[in-house]
C-alpha cells in the first residue's frame, strides 16, 4: 500500500524537533546516530503493511525501501523496478539514496545542520523539518501545470530526487550530497537496421516480462484503454499465460471503449466496463482525499475504479505507463508537416537525425518555455494576490531554469533534439504530473510495469529519433509479437496498424477530412457539463481563497458555461487546485 513517511537521520542524543501529528514512528539506534521513521495512513486505513520494507540486520547498516525492486533482474544499480532505497550505514559515514530508472516514485530530501530528512510527502517534509515555500518552485508549478522544470519543489531549502540517480550524503554534514547519475537513458543514438532492432527490442520485452510478470500467480489488474499502450501490455499478460482483469473507465457509448472490449476479448481478460455519464457521481473523484494522501489529481479516474479491481481478486496493477513517451516517439504539432514526415517514412523509410544542434537545441528551449507564457497568459488571472504577481513576476527565472536543464540534458551524450525533449518531459512532465497514477495504485496494491524495465528502457530511449518519429517503430514492433491486436482498430488512427506505414497514413488523412474520428474513452468536459458537475467543481476553486480571486473564478467558468472556454482534466484545472491544496496552511496541519 501507499503510505506517507518521513525519514529523519539525526546524530545520536538529538530529539525529533517536530514529529509528524498522529504518526507511527519506528526508532532505529546505529553508532553515532538515531533514525527516526515516522509514517502517516488514512484513520480508517486497517491494513497492517505499512508499505515500507526496513532491514536493520547490520547493527550498523539500515536499509528502507519503498515500492517493488527487482535486485536480481541484471548487475548494478539501478534495479529495474518501481522503488527508492535509503541506506544508512554509520561505519563508511554515509547515507545512500537512490532510485528507479525513471523515479516514478516521488522522494524529497532536505538538509539542515546534521540532520537528513527523506519523504514522499511535501507536507510532511514541510512540516517535519518547519521549513518555508520556496516561491519559484510555487510559481513554477502553476505555470507548468503541476511540475517543475528542474528538482526545485515547493518546499524552500529541499529538492526532488532526480530520475534514476544516486546521492550520497556525509552522516552528520550540512555539505550537499554528490550526486550521480547511474541510469543510461537518453546517452546515445543506436545505429542499427531497423530490423535488427525490431528483434532487439521484441528480446528485451519479453526477458522484462519474465522478470517482471512470470512471478506473479494473481490475477493482474490492467488500466485497459484500448490504445497501444495498454493493449501492448494486455498481450503481454495473455501470452505469459496470466489472468487478467481489463478495467476501462470512460463513455460507454464511445469508440475507443468498444475498441477496449475487443482487446480484452482476444487476450482472454475478464472485462470491467465502468461508465463516466449522469451515474457516476461528483464525488468518487474524491479531490480533497486524493490530494491529501497522494498530493496529486491526476488521475482520478484511476483511484475511483481500483476497487472495482480489488474486487475480483486483483493485487497486482500495471498500465502501459511510460510508453508514449519512450516508445511512441515525437510528432509535429503541425499537421502537414506531421504528414509529411510519415509519408517520407512509409516511401523512404527512417532517417539519420544526428546530435541536436545549437539551434536545435535552442528550439527545444523555446517550446518548452512557451507553456509558461501561454499558461501565465490564459490563467494567471485566476490568482488572487499575492500569488498572481509571484507567478507573472516568476516567468524570467522559470524560463531560466528551463534552459539550464535543457543544456545539462543535451550535455549528457551526443543524442537529438527529440531525444532531449523526450527525457524533458519523461523526468519533469510526466514524473510530476501522469506517473502519480501509479501512487494511486500503490494504495491497493502492487504496481508492476514491465514498461520501465531497466534494460528495455535503456534501449528505447537511445533509438534514433527518425525511426520512433510519430509510433512508426511501435507499430512494427506490435505487429511482430501481437499481431490479433495489431488488427484491432487504434482509436486515434481510424485504422488498425497490421497494414503499410502508408496505408495507415491515408487513412487517417481520410478519416481527417471527413471528420469522421473515432470518439474517445474519456470525454471529462462534457461528463462537466452533466446535472451540477461544473458548480460542485467551481465550488472547489472558490473554497481556495488564499489562492484564487473568486472573482475571477466565477468568469472564467461562466466562460465554461457559455461555450466560450473548454474545461479539461489534465494539465491545466486539476493542477492548479492540487496546488492550491498544498499551500492551504489547515491541510498542511492534518
Request: net charge negative.
Amino acid at each position: 500500500m501507499f503510505t506517507r513517511y518521513l525519514i529523519t537521520v539525526l546524530p545520536a542524543g538529538e530529539r525529533l524537533p517536530h514529529p509528524v501529528t498522529a504518526a507511527a514512528v519506528v526508532q532505529r539506534s546505529l553508532p553515532g546516530h538515531t533514525v527516526y521513521i515516522e509514517t502517516l495512513n488514512e484513520p480508517d486505513d486497517d491494513k497492517p503493511d505499512h508499505g515500507l520494507q526496513i532491514e536493520h540486520n547490520d547493527p550498523a547498516c539500515l536499509v528502507i525501501t519503498e515500492g517493488y525492486l527487482i535486485p536480481n533482474a541484471g548487475s548494478g544499480l539501478p534495479h529495474s523496478g518501481i522503488y527508492n532505497q535509503i541506506i544508512i550505514d554509520s561505519d563508511a559515514g554515509e547515507v545512500q539514496l537512490h532510485n528507479d530508472t525513471f523515479g516514478l516514485l516521488a522522494c524529497y530530501f532536505a538538509q539542515d545542520g546534521g540532520a537528513l530528512r527523506v519523504s514522499n510527502s511535501l507536507r510532511l517534509l514541510r512540516r517535519g523539518g518547519a521549513l518555508g515555500v520556496d516561491e519559484l518552485g510555487v510559481a513554477e508549478m502553476f505555470l507548468f501545470g503541476g511540475w517543475t522544470p528542474t528538482e526545485r519543489i515547493i518546499v524552500r531549502d529541499a529538492q526532488r530526487m532526480a530520475a534514476g540517480m544516486q546521492y550520497r550524503f556525509a552522516l552528520g554534514s550540512a555539505r550537499p550530497p554528490v550526486a550521480t547519475r547511474l541510469t543510461s537513458t537518453w546517452t546515445t543514438v543506436i545505429d542499427e537496421p531497423v530490423e535488427t532492432i525490431v528483434d532487439r527490442i521484441c528480446d528485451l520485452w519479453n526477458r522484462a516480462l519474465a522478470t517482471h510478470f512470470d512471478p506473479i500467480d494473481t490475477p493482474i489488474g490492467l488500466l485497459l484503454s484500448g490504445g497501444l499502450d495498454s493493449r501492448m501490455v494486455a498481450g503481454a499478460a495473455a501470452a505469459r499465460g496470466k489472468q487478467l482483469v481489463g478495467l476501462t473507465f470512460g463513455d460507454l457509448r464511445s469508440d475507443e471503449v468498444q475498441i477496449a472490449q475487443q482487446v480484452a476479448a482476444v487476450t482472454g481478460a475478464q472485462w470491467v466496463p465502468s461508465g463516466l455519464d449522469e451515474d457516476f457521481p461528483f464525488e468518487r473523484l474524491a479531490f480533497d482525499r486524493v490530494n491529501r494522501v497522494h498530493e496529486t489529481m491526476y488521475n482520478l479516474m484511476w483511484d475511483a475504479n481500483a476497487p472495482l479491481l480489488t474486487a475480483h481478486g486483483v493485487r497486482h496493477f500495471s498500465t502501459g505507463a511510460t510508453f508514449e513517451t519512450i516508445f511512441g516517439g515525437q510528432k509535429d504539432a503541425d499537421k502537414r508537416r506531421r504528414l509529411l514526415k510519415n509519408l517520407r517514412q512509409a516511401v523512404l523509410g527512417p532517417w539519420a537525425t544526428g546530435p541536436a544542434t545549437a539551434a536545435e537545441r535552442d528550439a527545444v528551449t523555446d517550446a518548452i518555455q512557451g507553456i509558461g507564457r501561454k499558461r501565465a497568459r490564459h490563467y494567471a488571472s485566476l490568482l488572487a494576490e499575492p500569488y498572481r504577481s509571484l507567478i507573472t513576476d516568476s516567468l524570467p527565472a522559470a524560463e531560466r531554469e528551463v534552459a539550464e536543464r535543457v543544456a545539462l540534458i543535451a550535455a549528457s551524450g551526443p543524442i537529438t533534439a527529440a531525444q532531449i525533449r523526450e527525457r524533458f518531459d519523461s523526468e519533469h512532465y510526466q514524473t510530476h504530473y501522469s506517473r502519480n497514477q501509479e501512487r494511486q495504485l500503490f494504495s491497493h496494491g502492487t504496481v508492476v510495469l514491465p514498461t520501465v524495465d531497466r534494460d528495455l528502457a535503456n534501449y528505447l530511449t537511445n533509438l534514433p529519433a527518425g525511426m520512433k518519429y510519430d509510433h512508426a517503430l511501435y507499430y512494427r514492433v506490435i505487429r511482430r509479437l501481437y499481431p490479433q491486436l495489431a488488427a484491432i482498430p487504434v482509436p486515434n488512427l481510424g485504422t488498425s496498424v497490421d497494414k503499410s506505414q502508408l496505408q495507415i497514413e491515408l487513412v487517417r488523412v481520410w478519416q481527417i477530412q471527413r471528420r469522421q474520428r473515432l470518439t474517445t474513452w474519456v470525454n471529462f468536459s462534457d461528463w462537466m457539463r452533466l446535472g451540477d458537475n461544473m458548480a460542485k467543481y467551481e465550488r472547489l476553486f472558490l473554497e481556495q481563497d488564499h489562492f484564487f480571486d473568486g472573482d475571477a473564478v466565477r468568469a472564467f467558468f461562466k466562460d465554461v458555461g457559455d461555450g466560450r472556454r473548454g474545461i479539461y482534466d489534465g494539465g491545466e484545472t486539476t493542477g492548479f487546485l492540487n496546488l492550491a491544496y498544498l499551500l492551504d496552511k489547515q491541510r498542511l496541519e492534518r
